[in-house]
Nanobody
């Protein structure tokens, strides 16, 4: 069992930056592929970034590519999402997730989820 807790969300102005953190406990994070998902109000959850177990492979959705960086520190059991040049359309609840299977952007492949952190980008 893995427990995930997100932090770092909040209210930011257009063009600003945020760094989301995902703190894992219960099992060592190195055994899991990880991902960041977001959910806009009234819409389905979508993967915005994913990272393999050793951090060697990453995926970014087109909507955040070039503006965001996913990273992980297995020694600290932490994962991060640095988001820059934020836009109003980045407003969403952001979730971190862990997958026992291979590196994937498919929600169904993820076994553990955090409670989410709200990101609001104001213009």
């Amino acid at each position: 069992q893995v427990q995930l807790v997100e932090s770092g969300g909040g209210l930011v102005q257009v063009g600003g930056s945020l760094r989301l953190s995902c703190d894992a406990s219960g099992r060592t994070l190195s055994g899991y592929s990880m991902g960041w998902f977001r959910q806009h109000a009234g819409k389905e959850r979508e993967c915005v970034a994913a990272i393999s177990r050793n951090g060697g492979m990453t995926y970014y959705a087109d909507s955040v590519k070039g503006r965001s960086t996913i990273s992980r520190d297995n020694a600290k059991n932490m994962m991060y999402l640095q988001m820059n040049s934020l836009k109003p359309e980045d407003t969403a609840v952001y979730y971190c997730a862990a997958s026992r299977s291979g590196w994937s952007r498919a929600e169904a492949e993820y076994d553990y989820w955090g409670q989410g952190t709200q990101v609001t980008v104001s213009s």
